[in-house]
């Protein structure tokens, strides 16, 4: 049974950071993409930063160089450093594993529940 647990979501003020992680039990997660999505109310589900099991990361325009993912294979998890902080990051985020091609594609077949990060 695959299980992703998001933490580390919550209310800060522009300009702040946040770090968000990610445990995954019941998949051999080293072997796999790793990504954070986010969906604001209203709007598509889009990637934010997508790491692969050789650490090559990919990021979306938007968080370019703001925020960092990183990813411990011992321990099967995925971060997310979030600094300066927007309003328009405001939003829950998701972290998700499986193929690469299927992960950057948003199709992949296993999620979290998501923790919602708001920034005012």
């Known amino acids: 049974h695959v299980q992703l647990v998001e933490s580390g979501g919550g209310s800060v003020q522009a300009g702040g950071s946040l770090r968000l992680s990610c445990a995954t039990s019941?998949?051999?997660?080293?072997?796999?993409?790793m990504a954070w999505f986010r969906q604001a109310p209203g709007k598509e589900r889009e990637g934010v930063a997508t790491?692969?099991?050789?650490?090559?990361?990919i990021y979306a325009d938007s968080v370019k160089g703001r925020f960092t993912v990183s990813r411990d294979n011992a321990n099967n998890t995925v971060n997310l450093m979030m600094n300066s902080l927007k309003p328009e990051d405001t939003a829950m985020y998701y972290c998700?594993?499986?193929?690469?091609?299927?992960?950057?594609?948003?199709?992949?077949?296993?999620w979290g529940q998501g923790t919602q990060v708001t920034v005012s």
């Open positions: 019941g998949y051999t997660a080293s072997r796999r993409c």
């Open positions: 998700t594993l499986d193929q690469c091609p299927e992960v950057v594609s948003g199709a992949s077949k296993f």
């Open positions: 790491i692969d099991s050789d650490g090559s990361i």
